[in-house]
């Protein structure tokens, strides 16, 4: 199994002054579920390099095992420090694609040449697009063989709009997730705020909030090990 996890490359929360980029949790359960079960992980971002961590997710509050065991981690620390341009990645190289989500794909990844060709390219060859919280919004211009939105009619979710109301940031962002997949026509889900919710349709798989990420990416796993 080869899969490419893509982070953004976005560090400003809007023009608030403050920091933004990948939330820990998103990258970090995901990264364990998907290399414990003996995938072979490539990580991109637009720019390449280190990508930015949105400083709030390495708070006491938001740190769990997995989180803890990355920054434990020094060959993981050592792969994010050196993600791929984005640009460099090649789809048929690859099984399936896994964004992490934090506020910072709501800037670059949602408008990124590279990674909307790389979701309609896996998309299209049938292999697993997989998405979660915010990272949700990567999916916002990518189309399907016929020139539609990818999510037209297609069961969805991301962070909703009561999450983002929830972190003071609705009126920061440069779009709400949840207003943007159903505007291009999702069929959109989501539970109480910060539970776990993920909805898989075909192979199109999406996760609501932190809480989903690990589930999401067992998710993807189970696609890829029929």
């Known amino acids: 199994m080869k899969i490419v996890m893509v982070l953004t490359s976005h560090d400003q929360l809007g023009d608030t002054g403050d920091k933004t980029g990948f939330w820990?949790?998103?990258?970090?359960?995901?990264?364990?579920?998907?290399?414990?079960?003996?995938?072979?992980?490539?990580?991109?971002?637009?720019?390449?390099?280190?990508?930015?961590?949105?400083?709030?997710?390495?708070?006491?509050?938001?740190?769990?095992?997995?989180?803890?065991?990355?920054?434990?981690?020094?060959?993981a620390r050592q792969a994010l420090a050196n993600t791929r341009p984005l640009a460099t990645i090649v789809a048929e190289d690859y099984d399936a694609v896994f964004y992490p989500g934090g506020h910072g794909p709501l800037w670059d990844l949602s408008q990124d040449k590279a990674s909307i060709a790389l979701i309609e390219a896996l998309y299209s060859a049938g292999k697993p697009v997989a998405a979660v919280c915010h990272a949700s919004a990567v999916l916002n211009r990518?189309?399907?063989?016929?020139?539609?939105?990818?999510?037209?009619?297609?069961?969805?979710?991301?962070?909703?709009?009561?999450?983002?109301?929830?972190?003071?940031?609705?009126?920061?962002?440069?779009?709400?997730?949840?207003d943007q997949l159903r505007a291009l026509g999702g069929e959109y889900s989501c539970a109480d705020?910060?539970?776990?919710?993920?909805?898989?349709?075909?192979?199109?798989?999406?996760?609501?909030?932190?809480?989903?990420?690990?589930?999401?990416?067992?998710a993807l796993l189970e696609q890829l090990q029929r």
């Open 24 to 75: 820990l949790e998103e990258f970090a359960a995901p990264y364990y579920v998907l290399k414990d079960a003996g995938a072979e992980i490539t990580l991109a971002s637009p720019r390449g390099g280190q990508p930015p961590l949105d400083p709030k997710s390495d708070e006491p509050d938001f740190r769990t095992g997995a989180t803890e065991r990355f920054k434990a981690d020094a060959d």
């Open 142 to 178: 990518a189309l399907d063989r016929d020139g539609q939105a990818l999510v037209a009619g297609k069961s969805v979710t991301g962070f909703s709009n009561s999450e983002e109301a929830a972190v003071a940031l609705t009126d920061i962002v440069p779009f709400l997730v949840e």
């Open 193 to 218: 705020d910060w539970q776990a919710h993920v909805v898989v349709d075909g192979h199109l798989i999406t996760g609501q909030n932190p809480a989903s990420s690990e589930s999401a990416a067992r």
